[in-house]
C-alpha cells in the first residue's frame, strides 16, 4: 500500500506565485521526512527534509510545514519560477530503517 | 565529480538476457540503496546493503534479482532472465550513515527490454 500520499498529481502556477504540494503519512514510527526535485533523465536531487520534533524549516524559497498530529507535512515554493519546473516527491523514513517510502510525485510547470 | 555514479545509463537486454547495473557511491559513503521507478510513479525500495552485507532486500523481488556491494569496486544489481516488466529506471543512491541521513541519488540506468 502507499505509506504516503501525495497531492495534487500535477501543479500549474503563474511566474513568482507560490507553489504547495501536499503529502500524508499513516505509520507514526516515520521520523525524517524528505522532499526531492527530479528533472526529466536525471535522478532526485535532495531540495529539504525535516524532522518531527520541528514545525516548521526554511532554505530559501523553499519551507516544509508539518503538523505531527495530522500527519501531514507540505512544501510551499515561494516566488515560484520557470526554472522550478520539475517533478517533486515526498518521502518517509521509519525510525527501525533506512528505506524511504517515496509518494507518487507532483509535476509542478511554472508558467513565465 | 565526486556524486553518485551509476553505469551505463541506458541499457538495452532481450527477454532472457541478464541485466547488470553499476553504481559507485559517492565518495566516503558506505551505504548503499536501489530503488525502482515507474514512468509516472515514484521511486520503490528495492535493497539497503553496507560494504559486504545485505542489510534490507524486503522490496526486491524473490526471484531473479540480486545485489551485492563488495569490499572492492562497485554496487551491482543483478537482474536475470528479464522479463519485459521489467522495463524501468533504476535509481542507486548512497549515504554517509544509515539513519536519517539525506540519500544522495545517481541519474540511473534506464533499461529497456524488447
Known amino acids: 500500500q502507499q505509506q504516503v500520499k501525495q497531492s495534487p498529481q500535477s501543479l500549474i502556477v503563474q511566474k513568482g506565485g507560490i507553489s504547495i504540494i501536499n503529502c500524508a503519512y499513516e505509520n507514526t514510527a516515520f521520523d525524517y521526512f524528505p522532499w526531492y526535485q527530479q528533472f526529466p533523465g536525471k535522478g532526485p536531487a535532495l531540495l529539504i527534509a525535516i524532522r518531527p520534533d520541528v514545525s516548521e524549516k526554511k532554505e530559501g524559497r523553499f519551507t516544509i510545514s508539518f503538523n505531527k498530529s495530522a500527519k501531514q507535512f507540505s512544501l510551499h515554493i515561494m516566488d515560484s519560477q520557470p526554472g522550478d519546473s520539475a517533478t517533486y516527491f515526498c518521502a518517509g523514513e521509519r525510525g527501525a530503517g533506512n528505506q524511504f517510502y517515496f509518494g507518487t510525485g507532483t509535476s509542478l510547470t511554472v508558467i513565465p | 565529480n565526486a556524486g553518485v555514479m551509476q553505469n551505463p545509463r541506458h541499457l538495452v537486454r532481450r527477454r532472457g538476457q541478464e541485466a547488470r547495473l553499476r553504481c559507485s557511491p559517492m565518495k566516503g559513503h558506505s551505504h548503499v540503496y536501489w530503488y525502482r521507478q515507474l514512468p509516472e510513479e515514484g521511486l520503490k525500495f528495492m535493497v539497503y546493503?553496507?560494504?559486504?552485507?545485505?542489510?534490507?532486500e524486503s522490496g526486491m523481488p524473490k526471484e531473479r534479482f540480486s545485489a551485492e556491494f563488495p569490499k572492492e569496486g562497485p554496487s551491482i544489481l543483478r537482474i536475470q532472465q528479464v522479463v519485459r516488466g521489467d522495463s524501468a529506471a533504476y535509481f542507486c543512491?548512497?549515504?554517509?550513515?544509515?539513519?536519517?541521513?539525506?540519500?544522495?541519488f545517481g541519474d540511473g540506468t534506464r533499461l529497456s527490454i524488447l
Open positions: 546493503l553496507q560494504k559486504e552485507n545485505i542489510i534490507d
Open positions: 543512491a548512497s549515504s554517509l550513515s544509515g539513519r536519517n541521513q539525506p540519500q544522495h
